[in-house]
């Protein structure tokens, strides 16, 4: 092993924050990098590390050998995407990460026709959501609802991403249809939950275009979306939902969209996010290929909605002229 290999070792394990979770994600022993980094302090004459049995902290000097490796790994990166470019025919790993829902819903069947197109490409798929380290886990591509915060990282806008107010036929029959906001706070409600956000009201626009909230009585709450469409299925509860969580369950008649004059703001839009402006082949094709599956204009996922064009104040985007 080479001094960059151990150097891109070293920047693993404090990145990831431990020399256990450095082996796991290389799938080797924990005392194989705990012997590389001590043969690359060796090899440097230099600490880079303060180690106790639990935990350890960067000397100065390994603050600006992070620097270094951080230099090395982006100086590799561009050299292999110089390399990949000029392939014909798109080949090699392609890592994507994707929140559970999209990726089952809207990345997979994209994967699947384009490994069609392109056998020479692997395709490695990890749905997790929670927010993973783009750059420090080696993703090609991530698929997010939200513009990431991390301004290192490059994201494009894939398409809207709207809410909708669901319940079913049995649940009106047992409450009654709410002509309100107010009487739909009094409704019970399925909501979302996670770590890092607790969904405990409705946003809307009132008449006079101002945002508000309306605080609901949540009755079940989950950090998966699919659960909570469970849920609302179950007569029990309504849900404000993304409309990307729609199937077929309002064409077959099993959910009823509620107060659909009601003005309500757009949940945070799908964007695609990947480390470096120049993508290799197989991601920019790939990329290409999932704005085709999407829709530029309207998202798949709308048209499991009728008339969704015109409810709940949605105005669509003026497209400019031609000429």
């Known amino acids: ?37 001590s043969k690359l302090e060796d090899d440097l004459s230099v600490r880079l ?20 490796a951080q230099q090395l790994r982006k100086l590799l990166s561009e050299t292999q995407l110089l390399a990949e470019n000029y392939h014909t025919e798109p080949k090699g790993l392609l890592k994507i990460t994707s929140s559970t829902i999209i990726g089952r819903r809207y990345v997979q069947p994209v994967v699947n026709e384009f490994q069609k197109r392109f056998p020479q490409v692997e395709v490695e798929l990890r749905l997790e959501d929670r927010l993973v380290d783009v750059v420090g886990e080696g993703y090609d591509l991530a698929f997010r609802v939200g513009e990431p915060k991390d301004s290192t990282l490059i994201a494009r806008k894939i ?29 019970p409600a399925a909501s979302y939950a996670s770590d890092g956000l607790k969904v405990t009201g409705v946003n809307y626009l009132d008449d006079n275009n101002e945002p508000q909230e309306i605080p609901i009585k949540s009755v079940f709450r989950s950090n998966d979306g699919e659960l909570l469409m469970m849920k609302v299925l179950s007569d029990t509860a309504f849900c404000t939902v993304p409309a990307f969580l729609v199937d077929q369950e309002i064409i077959n008649g099993q959910l009823v969209p509620l107060l659909t004059h009601v003005k309500l ?48 104040g949605f105005k669509a985007p003026v497209k400019a002229p031609l000429f």
């Open 265 to 312: 703001t757009d949940y945070s839009a799908l964007y695609a996010v990947y480390p470096h402006r120049d993508l290799p082949v197989r991601t920019r094709l790939f990329f290409d290929a999932m704005r085709e599956y999407i829709g530029k204009d309207v998202p798949i996922w709308e048209n499991n909605i009728p008339d969704f064009d015109k409810l709940y």
């Open 1 to 37: 092993m080479d001094t960059s290999t151990r150097l891109l070792m070293f920047l693993d394990v404090v990145e990831r924050g431990s020399f256990a979770k450095a082996a796991q994600n290389r799938n080797i022993d924990r005392s194989v990098i705990s012997k590389q980094i």
């Open 159 to 187: 398409a809207r991403n709207r809410l909708i107010i669901l319940a079913t036929s049995q649940f009106i029959e047992t409450y009654g249809e709410p002509q309100s906001m107010q009487e739909l706070a009094n409704l």
């Open 49 to 68: 590390l303060n180690r106790t049995t639990r935990s350890f902290s960067l000397t100065a000097a390994g603050a600006e050998m992070v620097k270094k």
